[in-house]
């Protein structure tokens, strides 16, 4: 069982910067990977960035260069910076987390994969 709860949401203009956080809470002794997803209005979840097993990530093209995912273990946190955000940005940001062994640049395209869940936080950019 993993608890996810994510925080740093937010309305920015474009071209702004939000860092979001995700507080991990694990209650197994499996390894598991971590990950960001989002889901606009009308549109399926989508992976935006994340760690695999081995410490290796992989971005969606759309976020490439202005985006980082970061994950810090001693602090059990999961984290997003997101920098030059733009209208199409705009979605529902959701922290998850897997235990299944795929490559970063595979399982960003699987949301399937991943088992636990946070609430998500909203992320809105106006123009």
């Known amino acids: 069982q993993v608890d996810l709860v994510e925080s740093g949401g937010g309305s920015v203009q474009a071209g702004g910067s939000l860092r979001l956080s995700c507080s991990v809470s694990?209650?197994?002794?499996?390894?598991?990977?971590l990950g960001w997803f989002r889901q606009a209005i009308g549109k399926e979840r989508e992976g935006v960035a994340v760690?695999?097993?081995?410490?290796?990530?992989a971005y969606a093209d759309s976020v490439q260069g202005r985006f980082t995912i970061s994950q810090d273990n001693a602090k059990n946190t999961l984290s997003l910076e997101m920098d030059n955000l733009k209208p199409e940005d705009t979605a529902k940001y959701f922290c998850a987390a897997s235990s299944r062994n795929i490559a970063a640049w595979m399982i960003i395209q699987r949301p399937d994969a991943y088992v636990y869940w946070g609430q998500g936080t909203q992320v809105t950019v106006s123009s």
């Open positions: 760690i695999d097993l081995g410490g290796a990530t």
């Open positions: 694990r209650h197994t002794s499996s390894r598991i990977s």
